[in-house]
């Protein structure tokens, strides 16, 4: 709003001074109009005819140039101490020749008028005419004030230092911040340019292994057609032997019986299921025979593979929680018998319809709770009847929907699923990934991608071996290369189906919007706290962000975008409030030399705020105005001041 | 249980059990008549059934005393019958049971609400009775002087009080005329097989005392329309709710109640409650009836033709049209007041003359006020104030709701938000602001409260049946509620507001009373059951309706103690009764973000106004819900002229400060602050106007102009003092408007100055940046056109006069102004001006009258600009007396922001001060 203003002035400048120029001729030789900037004089020059309001509302006559009356609706005809050119640093230059000899007073009289306080030893002010003589100091100059209702004693001085300081230090957190900003946005184009050579890579190489895996599937289809002749030709000798057999018995006894169709039919449902798991599904990986394709199953640990399971089980569980909660919701509304209720239960229910607060729960104890437990599930995973018990999980309407609100970012997964023994856990990876510039530690970026072309070296061998082995189908086969090509199959599919989730992911990230040189792009998979009074507050960039206190976790959006020229991080479609907004957050983005959340408010119910105080901030335009803004404070310093 | 089974399990529950909708949850909540035994007793009575007969007539102690006994059975105990004649046209009628047969327990009668001077004072001291035959009937009646034009008439039998003017007999306001009197007298015990008790939603009355409701109808002769009653969301003139094609309708009814999300059109009662009714009719005027009695009441509104099967036994004066009303009350006695009129001013005069006059205003309390639930701390209360600032917005008070305090105990304040309290009013106070923080009268029950400690040790509480403190929920939990009904209490009470006592007020701290219906969570229909007993063995049921005019009183008081009897309180209320104007404002409760309560709002704060509550207001924007921005400007654009224009928001519902929806937005609603600020003048002037009139600042347009047939039931306009007429915008797409411009003179729009002639329907177009406006032609008004941060920075800026010439080219207006904060006022601290403009000459007259004390106000004030509208011709110059000054006459806009503002005939710079005498002549 200020800038704006500011502009609005400054354009009004421009215009009235060309304006100016082409309506008058310049070389008058009468005394200047004291207060009014040069190129304005004329303006106020008055003609037979009067002064013409500069928005043509009227005319005035030169007496009644500030004489305390609106004539111009536009305030032309009391300027202050010619409020509107003096914004213009241009003016603010032509100001200084003159002298303050205080007769030019702006007044009150004009509701659209502005005044201008010079304000010398700190920055100049432009005032709504309401403020003129109105009882309150508002220039630190006093000028303000001048109908001698009250005395306002000059303080730009002792002001003015404080804030040519304070503008002195933030310009030098600028400084600072600007070059660490500029480093960071280096470190974001190496790293992005990885991510993408990575991204290249791994689709050469899903496109080799596809057409491996491919080979594999008909290889192992045919030594299941194989398998199969062989079997039924198996069973048939066995059935026949059985009923040989049962011929002998049944003369024997009457007690047999053939149980043999269902076992086989059995068996193929297994089959089929199997392999569409392993087409399908990263929970396949569970059937990865630990320890056999060179090291890397290690990867997958008991709890992990349980998790992964849960989170299936879990969507279900989570769709039924929140509709169980919107039947909460909605018994507010039900008729609730009063006779039913304790007094005590029917003055909070009462209350709630103005507050909103869930009272069921405090009444009932067994309606589940509008926050969410946190998603820590690492223990509570292992438990199942302790997870099944608790209002555990996000309200989500999809397997989708339910990935995102996942703690981890699914990237981070997919790396520490390929490459876990190598890499350790997450938050290493961050660090090492801020500090990738650093000479002392490995590229493990560069690491991962040799270490995709040896194993899959490795595996290409292999399957030749294989497939050259079948060439020749003999009859009946090699059980050992049958289970070999089995087993090769689902390794190589497993890797297929793991790096075609790592090219999503990395897909998927480098779709976001990081801003103006990618200077954010280091955001991303970072989540930032704050702590305060109980709550503490997590925001995770291009992901989502949450409110947490003691066990339960309320969502306060996910990531939507950047606003206001990427000053400010957008989070939105968070959990609903009742009788209002989903919630929603704002960060404003901060310049500073550490990334640290803080200030986390909700200036509006359920709408939230918070301060994010980061170098990516910095910009060199935001510099470049503080210092403008100091040069024109130091500039306007007094001279007589010098001395204190 | 498999997830899934439990998901679909779930599904189908919810949609099996589906909600009905909310509306009939609430219906359900609070009682109708068939579900209230008094009222449907009442309600089941035929005219004619009444079989009281006056006896024993004198006159005793100046006035007319009978009994009232059963004609046929005597052996029932009398009624006694009190008939006082008023200054001024004030009948009062009392029934009671007759002390001298011992009744069972004295019945309540209202204490503290007529004014002691009233009685002491008025009273006219009857000498003689004169007796006539009225009709055919046997008895003859007794008539009273009443005064000049009118006399009262008690007819003996059939039993009929009556107001007649005494030159044409005709009667004006009758109680009894159709005989449905009745009066259930206190029995010591139950009869065989009765049942006292009352049930209700699983709450029970004990009802101790047995049934004891009174009912009566009362006649309004001439009327074309009655109003009044308050409160409630419906259209000014009330409707049948009896009688032929209405048949499902409930009377109105007059119970303080908490009504969540509340109905915009619903004879139901809201907040507080006025058993004052006024009618008017083109040939008779207005009469008014006020029943004191603040017990539950029903009223019916009987539409024509509903005695339509009475064979006949009832003759009333057939040449007259009417309105016959039946007024039901479950308690208490009949103490009513009958009002002559006949302009409806005179019948509002009449009636504050009895109840009390509006208190006078802070100027402050004049301006905006800025609320919500709730400026969340001391940071939030500083940025919402310099956004004010920021954008050029003026307001004067900054309120707070409960979560300011400390766990919802009153006096306190929460630490971490709110941890400088008294510095933040301070800072405030230096722009010239005030604060305003929330008392509600439930305590918690919290031993660590030192309230609560006092009023438990003292005693103070109301108790319950068994004589337990009463023990309700509300904000704060388990909670106990003041009985205000005791002056100590009061007085106790109205300690807890000096500054030593409420740690981090200030003097410029103001207080808002909520919740004092009383709202009571867990209570019969929300509030507190009616047999809690008050001091003096008080039933609640016997006092209910005035509970908040008492809690009121007890605040107001406190902070008159906290002045030292200089400052003049401040305090909004949400429940009232008959009496509340005296101390302070009330608005409408918890409304709706909608169009439909944007609407009702006027009819509601016009009936307000008739009822003696002249500084009302409904909350700006909408309490519930998110208004649209063009909602929220129209309301802001309506608000304006609402005598209290407080913008407030429930907490759920989204910022609305007014630089919230963008630029043109806000610049729409800083117009329509500024309209309000440079009318305060003028405001100002009809606030003092109420306080010495009782004529509210708001008034339906048949009140100042009675004759006008087609203004009496226009509820979508009103008139703000009796030069400006304000039509609502109340539809989003609406194009144009048809605005009634009532009477023989022309009007001018606000904003253009454009003319319209009077007694027309002009259909005008609507723009977004002003609601229809228009000044009345031979009137003047006065503005301050300087927009500064708060009223506090307007005190020492120039007027601005607009002169609405009529046909015969003059006009006139009056002007008050005085220190706008100390009560001396009273003894003459004010100036107070007429305007007259005629033949060609305005001059001012001072019109405050000489000696009415010691106090002086001056002010250097200045007027910098006289506007003229209408037919003024063309003069060039003015001539200033005394000084012979010549100034200039010249063309000037009409308004100085906003846009469609036209040239009109200026004076510029007259240079004469408002406290003086002068002339402006133009040639």
Known sequence: MKGETFLHILLLTLIMVSDLFSRFVVGSSSPPLLGIAPQDEKYYQASSDGI?????SGKFSKAQLNDDFCDCLDGTDEPGICSILFVAVLAFELWLLHEDDGSLKGTSACPNGRFYCRNAGHIPLVLYSSRVNDGICDCCDGSDEYDGQVKCSNTCWEAGKAARDKLTKRISTFQEGVAMRKHEIERAKLAIAKDEKELSKLKNEERVLKGLVQRLKERKELIEIAEEKERSQKEKEEQDRKEAEQKATEEKSKSAKDIDPETKEHEVDEGGETKEDFDNDIVGLLDDPVGTAEGDGDAYSLPEIQEAAAVSSDVVHD?????????????????????????????????????GEKVDEEIKQDSSEETHKEDDKREDVLDEDLYEDDDDGYVSD????????????????????????????????????????????????????????????????????????????????????AASVRKEYDESSSKLSKIQSRISALSEKLKHDFGPEKVFYSFHGRCLESKQNKYVYKVCPYKEASQKEDYSTTRLGQWEKFDESYRVMVFSGGDRCWNGPDRSLKVKLRCSLTDELTDVDEPSRCEYMALLSTPAACTDDRLKELQDKLDAMNKNEPQSHDEL | MNPRLRFSLVLFLSLALSPAPSLSWKEEEFRNCN?????????????????????????????????????DDSSGNPLSLTLTSYQD????????????????????????????????????????????RIGDDVELSVVVYLNEDYEAVLRRDPFEVFVRERSSKDRVLGLNSHGMFDFEQLRGKKEEGQEWEERFRGNTDSRPHGPQSISFDVSFYGADFVYGIPERAMSLALRPTRGPGIEFSEPYRLFNLDVFEYLHESPFGLYGSIPFMLSHGKGRGSVGFFWLNAAEMQIDVLGEGWDAYNDGKIVLPSSLKRIDTFWMSEAGIVDAFFFVGPGPKDVVRQYTSVTGLPAMPQFFATAYHQCRWNYRDEQDVAEVDAKFDEHDIPYDVLWLDIEHTDGKKYFTWDKVLFPTPAEMQRKLAAEGRHMVTIVDPHIKRDDRYYIHKEATRNGYYVKDASGKDYNGWCWPGSSSYLDMVNPEIRSWWGDKFSLQSYSGSTPSLYIWNDMNEPSVFNGPEVSMPRDAIHCGSVEHREVHNAYGYYFHMATSDGLLKRGDGQDRPFVLSRAMFAGSQRYGAVWTGDNTADWDHLRVSVPMLLTLGLTGMSFSGADVGGYFGNPDPKLLVRWYQLGAYYPFFRGHAHQDTKRREPWLFGERNTELMREAIRVRYSLLPYFYTLFREANTTGVPVLRPLWMEFPSDEVAFDKDDSFMVGNSLLVHGVFNEHAKHVSVYLPGKQSWFDLRTGTPYPGGTTQKLEVSESSIPAFQKAGTIVQRKDRFRRSTAQMVNDPYTLVIALNSSKEAEGELYVDDGKTFDFLSGGFIHRRFVYKEGTLSSYNVAPTASGNARFNTKCEIERIILLGPAGQPKNALVRPGNLKTEVEYGPLQLFGTGSSNVLTIRKPGVRISEDWTIQLS
């Open chain 1, 319 to 355: 769709a039924d929680e929140n509709a169980a909660s919107d039947q909460a919701n909605e018994q507010g509304d039900v008729p609730v018998k009063p006779e039913e209720l304790s007094k005590e239960e029917l003055g909070r229910l009462v209350a709630s319809r103005w507050t």
């Open chain 2, 89 to 132: 046209g004030v009948l009062r009628l009392v029934v009671d049971e007759d002390p001298s047969f011992d009744p069972p327990r004295r019945r309540f009668r209202v204490p503290d609400v007529v004014l002691p001077e009233f009685e002491s004072s008025k009273k006219l001291w009857l000498q003689r009775i004169a007796e006539e």
């Open chain 1, 398 to 481: 999809s397997v989708d929907d339910n990935k995102k609100y996942e703690y981890r970012d699914p990237e981070d997964e997919i790396r520490e699923d390929l490459f876990a023994d190598d890499n350790g856990d997450s938050t290493s990876h961050h660090t090492n990934y801020s500090d990738s510039d650093s000479d002392d530690e490995p590229d493990w970026e560069d690491i991962i991608v040799e270490m995709i072309w040896s194993w899959l070296e490795k595996t290409m061998i292999m399957a030749r071996r294989f497939l050259r082995a079948f060439n020749l189908f003999q009859r009946p086969f090699d059980k050992s290369e």
């Open chain 2, 35 to 71: 579900q209230t035994p008094f009222c449907e007793r009442a309600r089941s009575r035929t005219p004619g059934s009444s079989r009281l007969i006056a006896s024993k007539v004198s006159l005793s102690d100046g006035s007319l005393v009978a009994s009232l006994v059963d004609r």
């Open chain 1, 52 to 56: 013409k309001c500069r928005d043509g």
